[in-house]
């Protein structure tokens, strides 16, 4: 009887299993349908639009969902740029380091969004990164806006990767 028992609930173990293996693959597939940025990223000045002054910029981005750490080198009116940040895409809000800025980034299905929150200069700026369907071409959309100082300034970073 016992063993009768025990191969009635083993096969039904086996029938369920299918059932409980399908949600993790579909969540699975679901992140992998996510671009990876990792890679060297140069600045097509021709096909951007850009804040006043930037004359070029290149970013390196290593790329290990939910992390995303970025080094940033540029130039600006002459001036040499270079930073590093790196973001937790989970939808929480976090320290970002730099003026007292907070950030909270997320997935909008494949457009990694993030939205940074300079309290000191009553800043906000949405960050919009794309990557297209070949992975040779990264899209930044900014938007800023500001209380005090600007309404809804917008730049376009066209990047190419090297």
Same mark, same amino acid.
């Given at each position: 009887m016992?063993s009768?028992?025990f191969n009635?609930? *083993?096969?039904?173990?086996?029938l369920?299993?299918p059932? *409980?293996i399908?949600p ?7 992140i992998?349908d996510?671009?990876n940025?990792t890679g060297?990223?140069?600045?097509n000045?021709? $096909?951007?639009v &850009? ?10 981005i290593?790329?290990?969902?939910? @992390?995303?750490k970025m =080094?940033?080198?540029?130039v ?13 895409i989970?939808g929480?809000?976090r320290?970002?380091?730099q003026?007292n800025a ?7 299905g494949?457009?990694? @969004?993030?939205?940074i &929150?300079?309290p000191d200069d ?5 960050n919009r990164n794309?990557l297209?369907?070949?992975g040779?071409?990264r ?5 800023q806006?500001s209380?005090k100082?600007?309404?809804g300034? $917008?730049?376009?970073?066209?990047? =190419? $990767?090297?």
């Amino acid at each position: 009887m016992r063993s009768h028992l025990f191969n009635g609930t *083993l096969m039904k173990l086996l029938l369920l299993l299918p059932c *409980l293996i399908a949600p993790l693959s579909m969540a699975q597939d679901h992140i992998s349908d996510r671009p990876n940025f990792t890679g060297v990223w140069r600045l097509n000045i021709d $096909k951007s639009v &850009v804040e006043e002054g930037i004359q070029s910029m290149i970013v390196k981005i290593d790329h290990n969902d939910p @992390v995303i750490k970025m =080094e940033i080198e540029g130039v600006r009116r002459g001036q040499a740029l270079k930073s590093s940040v790196m973001y937790i895409i989970d939808g929480k809000e976090r320290p970002l380091g730099q003026r007292n800025a907070r950030h909270t980034s997320k997935w909008e299905g494949r457009t990694l @969004v993030t939205r940074i &929150v300079y309290p000191d200069d009553d800043v906000v700026t949405i960050n919009r990164n794309t990557l297209s369907e070949d992975g040779k071409t990264r899209i930044l959309d900014t938007e800023q806006t500001s209380e005090k100082k600007y309404r809804g300034r $917008k730049t376009r970073y066209v990047f =190419e $990767k090297q």
